[in-house]
């Protein structure tokens, strides 16, 4: 059975950091491309940033320069560093397999909670 598992919510103020990690079992992560997605209330559910099987990344625009997505193929999990948060960040962060970045999801995690407010 396919699972990935988001850990490393939580409630930090806003210039704060949290790393993400997004743990799969059932499958390796070495094929897919994984995506880090995010819905706050009353929102849609959109992407935040993306790693290919191949290394390459991709960031939303209201994250580009303050979050970083890497995967450690060896512990099958992948990461998203996230600094320099703000308010509006504060949102269910989901991570997901895809064959590619941009194509349809495959498998999706729990969520995680991040909550950024003083």
């Known amino acids: 059975q396919l699972q990935l598992v988001e850990s490393g919510g939580g409630l930090v103020q806003p210039g704060g950091s949290l790393r993400l990690s997004c743990a799969a079992s059932?499958?390796?992560?070495?094929?897919?491309?994984i995506g880090w997605f995010r819905q706050a209330p009353g929102k849609e559910r959109e992407g935040v940033s993306c790693?290919?099987?191949?290394?390459?990344?991709r960031y939303a625009d209201s994250v580009k320069g303050r979050f970083t997505i890497s995967r450690d193929n060896a512990k099958n999990t992948m990461y998203l560093q996230m600094d320099s948060l703000k308010p509006e960040d504060t949102a269910v962060y989901y991570c997901?397999?895809?064959?590619?970045?941009?194509?349809?999801?495959?498998?999706w995690g729990q969520g995680t909670q991040v909550t950024v407010s003083s």
């Open positions: 790693i290919s099987s191949g290394g390459s990344t």
């Open positions: 997901a397999a895809q064959y590619y970045c941009s194509g349809p999801v495959t498998s």
């Open positions: 059932g499958f390796t992560l070495d094929y897919y491309s």
